[in-house]
T-cell receptor, first 114, second 114 residues
Framework: DAGVIQSPRHEVTEMGQEVTLRCKPI?????LFWYRQTMMRGLELLIY????????DSGMPEDRFSAKMPNASFSTLKIQPSEPRDSAVYFC????????????FGPGTRLTVT | GEDVEQSLFLSVREGDSSVINCTYT??????LYWYKQEPGAGLQLLTY?????DMKQDQRLTVLLNKKDKHLSLRIADTQTGDSAIYFC??????????????FGTGTLLAVQP
């Protein structure tokens, strides 16, 4: 298996622009997670899905952030409008078993908002 | 508090043993995990321990769990330069209903000197 795939690997955009991050989980995994990693706050869970349904989005920072999972093999995290403080590495992870157990991470998308 | 805590930095010589420590907060955590993050990469699951175990050994890795003190450690025997990375401990925390999340520590940067 190719593992969790994320695109793009790097994104540089100007403040106010819309940003869309993409993730393809490992085939057969029922859970998908979006995390954000920064020096100041470490690794934070933003939202997670089970069988394409959002279970917990309490970590989504504000209404500018939205996530969708239209099918079992694809998810997006959208930021609109983007701000410099959104600059971070965004990771997608997937797991087969119940929720938190044995999560497999993608390589991440490094987002820079200028 | 709610934080999972780790020391920030550890430096060892190649061939020595490394011990990375972690204190967690939720005594009801079912599993505790160690993840490794190499530069520019996502997190890689190294090993995990079930909460009713005191120790787990996996090749050069030994995990020790002290539930009374909520203390977790990762020992790497015969540390190699390829072990240089950031190591995260994580606890699975149950929030009720279907919500079960991984809470990550701050990460420990392991530097292996040749």
């Amino acid at each position: 298996d190719a593992g969790v795939i994320q695109s793009p690997r790097h994104e540089v955009t100007e403040m106010g622009q819309e940003v869309t991050l993409r993730c393809k989980p490992i085939s057969g995994h029922d859970y998908l997670f979006w995390y954000r990693q920064t020096m100041m706050r470490g690794l934070e869970l933003l939202i997670y899905f089970n069988n394409n349904v959002p279970i917990d989005d309490s970590g989504m920072p504000e209404d500018r952030f939205s996530a969708k999972m239209p099918n079992a093999s694809f998810s997006t995290l959208k930021i609109q409008p983007s701000e410099p403080r959104d600059s971070a590495v965004y990771f997608c992870a997937s797991s087969l078993q119940g929720g938190a157990h044995e999560q497999y991470f993608g390589p991440g998308t490094r987002l820079t908002v200028t | 508090g709610e934080d999972v805590e780790q020391s920030l930095f550890l430096s060892v010589r190649e061939g020595d043993s490394s011990v990375i420590n972690c204190t967690y907060t939720d005594s009801s955590s079912t599993y505790l995990y160690w993840y490794k993050q190499e530069p520019g990469a996502g997190l890689q699951l190294l090993t995990y321990i079930f909460s009713n175990m005191d120790m787990k050994q996996d090749q050069r890795l030994t995990v020790l769990l002290n539930k009374k003190d909520k203390h977790l450690s990762l020992r790497i025997a015969d540390t190699q330069t390829g072990d240089s990375a950031i190591y995260f401990c994580a606890e699975s925390r149950y929030y009720g209903g279907a919500t079960n999340k991984l809470i990550f520590g701050t990460g420990t940067l392991l530097a292996v000197q040749p």
